[in-house]
């Protein structure tokens, strides 16, 4: 929210030149084609289904989770409204908080809405109402009309030449799968509440799970370590407003029966995710503090005091915490007849006229600093070269002041890790913990040090309320290497 209202589009947004490439949606049938539409509509779903892969990290691999999810799907199926034949289900490598439902069955549920969740009843809710988008047709309605219109599905639609902001423009696009209309939504919520309740699971779980979503939401919205991929690829960000929904689901919960009906079986949804990774794929560089690292690419360095930053895929966006100054690092390949100079003498950045001021060297690797003037922002650009690859740092200031300090203390933290420094870095984890007596929220989050407010993300993953008291001997859910 913070980096939106910056309003930065040269500098976040549009940061690379390059033509853009797009790779164009499956067509909708020609007059005279004989093929079923639902031929056509399974294809789109197999489309989809590599996209969605390729849109959020693959598929994760979680065996334990998955076997209890698939007996959940099972259960599912058995009691739903319209059986259309089997469900497929898949976990996907992405820290955002989101479940989609394609038109054939196949359910997808990522890796960062599965720790969200506290019992079985909840997961369970989610996945009931994706399946009641299938069941109630609305999946194929939607897909029906996208291919009438020639535009099924605009997930990872949009390709650029320039790979480092492949991700950026990857973003805008990820939340077409999951719109539907706000009655739509709304009507599977209804079907999910029965659903869940007939496969004798918890039917208030609905309403827990959608309170955990919206304080899941405000603690990223109020922080600094909002994703911008995840904060455009949050479940809530398509979806009809939480307290609406969460009175709705509660209401068709006690026309089923009073609180205490059905199985929550928490302590076996914690122990299925015990161990699951948790935030960023140190494949595509994670943040630790004001530090980042990529073990992919072997570089790290550290933010200037008061930043905070977000990493996306060999992209990392930060702002300080008054947010005058703002953030942007990625990389390029130089073409074969470029040298540094002249590439960042062209400019990188739409409307903004850089001049070189000055080479130097940077962890043994040669580096040019750039400055450049926008209309409200002053500039400061370094390229460092390793081999073949640019390195590309901007830092931008509102108003008159020039961010120069802070770039070279940013380039004097840049280095290159070893091949077994970048081994190292692991991801971090979701691990279960039993509180003892006397053991409180405060005392369980501090075995969080990594974690920025971790007394305020222990809450929101366990779904505790301000001020609310820990039980002795219940497992509860911490982040940790």
């Known amino acids: 929210m913070r980096l939106a209202a910056l309003a930065l589009p040269a500098l976040l947004l549009v940061g690379c030149t390059g033509d853009q490439s797009v790779l164009l949606p499956p067509q909708a049938p020609a007059d005279g084609d004989i093929a079923p539409r639902v031929s056509t509509l399974q294809r789109a779903s197999d489309s989809e289904h590599l996209r969605l892969l390729s849109a959020f990290g693959g598929e994760f691999r ?8 698939d007996e959940v799907v099972q259960r599912l199926a058995k009691a739903g409204e319209g059986q259309i034949g089997s469900y497929e289900i898949t ?15 196949r359910l997808y549920i990522t890796r960062g809405l599965l720790v969200l969740a506290n019992d079985t009843a909840e997961i369970a809710s989610v996945l009931a109402h994706e399946i009641a ?42 939340l077409s799968l999951a719109k539907f209309s706000r009655q739509q939504e709304l009507t599977a919520d209804q ?22 979503l919206g304080r899941n939401t405000a ?45 929550r079986d928490g302590p076996r949804w914690l122990q299925a995710i015990d161990g699951i990774a948790y935030g960023d794929d140190p494949r595509d560089g994670v943040v630790r503090g004001r530090t980042y690292l990529n073990s992919a690419l072997q570089i790290s360095f550290t933010a200037p005091e008061g930043f905070g930053l977000e990493a996306a895929r060999d992209m990392v966006i930060g702002v300080s915490a008054n ?43 040669p580096a040019v600093i750039a400055v450049g003037k926008g209309t409200d922002w002053t500039f400061r650009l370094a390229a460092i070269q390793a081999g073949s690859r640019v390195y590309r740092f ?25 091949a077994e420094e970048a081994r190292s870095i692991k991801p971090m984890q979701v691990r279960t913990v039993a509180a003892a007596a006397g053991d409180t929220p405060a005392t369980l989050a ?32 911490i982040v940790t290497e």
């Open 219 to 263: 603690f990223r919205s109020s922080g600094q370590n909002q994703n911008p991929d995840d904060k455009r690829l949050d479940i809530l960000s398509s979806h009809p407003q939480t307290p609406e929904r969460i009175a709705a689901v509660t209401a068709a919960a006690r026309q089923i029966g009073a609180p205490g009906i059905g199985e």
């Open 394 to 418: 901007i830092l931008a200031a509102r108003g008159g002041g020039d961010p120069e300090r802070p770039m070279r203390a940013l380039l004097q933290s840049f280095r290159v890790m070893s």
């Open 446 to 477: 501090a075995r969080m040090p990594e974690q920025d407010r971790a007394l305020e993300l222990f809450m929101v993953l366990n779904g505790i309320e301000r001020g609310g008291a820990l039980t002795p001997g219940q497992r509860y859910k």
């Open 62 to 69: 979680a065996p334990k989770a998955r076997a209890a999810l």
């Open 133 to 174: 988008h299938v069941t109630a047709q609305h999946a194929v309605e939607r897909a029906e009309r996208e291919l009438e219109s020639a535009l099924v599905s605009q997930v990872v639609s949009q390709v650029l030449k320039d790979p480092a902001q492949g991700a950026a423009v990857q973003a805008g696009s990820k």
């Open 91 to 105: 976990i996907l490598n992405s820290p955002a908080v989101n479940a989609f439902a394609l038109p054939n069955g």
């Open 323 to 365: 947010g005058s100054q703002a953030l942007r690092f990625d990389s390029v390949t130089l073409k074969a007849d470029q040298t540094l100079q002249s590439y960042v003498a062209a400019g990188w950045i739409d409307g903004v006229e850089t001049t070189v001021v000055e080479t130097l060297d940077i962890a043994g690797q």
């Open 191 to 212: 079907i999910s509440v029965r659903n869940i309740s007939r496969a004798g699971y918890d039917p208030y779980g609905a309403g827990r799970f959608l309170a955990a």
